[in-house]
């Protein structure tokens, strides 16, 4: 079955870089683009990045234009999201997501805290 896994996630401060990771399984990597999105304290789950199968990050789509970058190894079947100066609004749980057939795939998440 599809199996994501997030990992990477810690407590910061702002200013500080993180690389988040999600690890697949259960299907056929190569064929499918991947989103990061999360969730803040409070808020709607939201976008955060995609790439494409290809391997190219979608441009002016999510919240992590700029600061954010989306990168795969089709190798380890994985995607990243490297976060760069990282803000205290950027607190919260990120989840790796694949959309299979109009189902949709999540992992468990992995939380980030940005604090001083």
């Known amino acids: 079955q599809v199996q994501l896994v997030e990992s990477g996630g810690g407590l910061v401060q702002p200013g500080d870089s993180l690389r988040l990771s999600c690890t697949t399984s259960?299907?056929?990597?190569?064929?499918?683009?991947m989103s990061w999105f999360r969730q803040r304290p409070g808020k709607e789950r939201e976008l955060v990045a995609i790439i494409t199968s290809a391997g190219n990050p979608v441009r002016n789509v999510g919240v992590g234009q700029g600061r954010f970058t989306i990168s795969r190894d089709n190798a380890k079947s994985a995607v990243y999201l490297q976060m760069n100066n990282l803000k205290p609004e950027d607190t919260g749980v990120y989840y790796c997501?694949?959309?299979?057939?109009?189902?949709?795939?999540w992992g468990q998440g992995t939380q980030v805290t940005v604090s001083s």
């Open positions: 997501q694949i959309r299979i057939q109009e189902s949709d795939y």
């Open positions: 259960g299907f056929i990597f190569t064929n499918y683009g």
